[in-house]
């Protein structure tokens, strides 16, 4: 005897995958992450990123809202506050320009903000040129 499954059954079920399978992944990521950074020196101390964020929350209600320029004992050289969500861009592209950072320091993070639960999640270290 054969069992038929009906179409609509069938959509139902995929559908239902479908979202349990992105709600599990929403919940494993609470931050976004930072994927991408480059730095050009502007002057002596001063520099110039240029920071690739993806985030797994994009919609108004919730999004990738800061990320941030970060020293050796997580000391804040610059930050970029981000006014909207960037849904239909994902990972996107923001700038931050002149960052001071002192002397000496030849390396620094940058890390993700989200929107409801803040900093946190996965820095991305950077070497800085010319140091």
């Known amino acids: 005897m054969i069992k038929r499954t009906s179409l609509l059954g069938s959509v139902l079920l995929s559908v239902s995958l479908s ?3 992105w709600a599990a992944g ?3 990521q609470k ?3 930072v994927v991408a950074v480059q730095v050009k020196a502007r002057g002596a101390d001063t520099f110039d ?3 690739t964020v993806s985030s797994p929350y994009d919609s108004p209600q919730r999004y990738a809202d800061a990320f941030r320029v970060l020293g ?3 000391e804040v050289y610059g930050e970029r506050l981000l006014a ?5 861009e994902q990972p996107f592209t923001r700038d931050l320009y002149e960052v001071k950072v002192p002397k000496g320091l030849g390396r620094v993070s940058v890390q993700g903000r989200d929107q409801h639960f803040g900093y946190g999640g996965q820095r991305f270290d950077v070497k800085l040129p010319g140091r």
Do not use: C, I, N
């Open 49 to 51: 990123f240029e920071v």
């Open 72 to 74: 050796p004992k997580d």
């Open 19 to 21: 979202t349990s399978l």
């Open 84 to 88: 909207h969500d960037h849904a239909g």
């Open 31 to 33: 931050y976004p992450d």
């Open 26 to 28: 929403g919940a494993e």
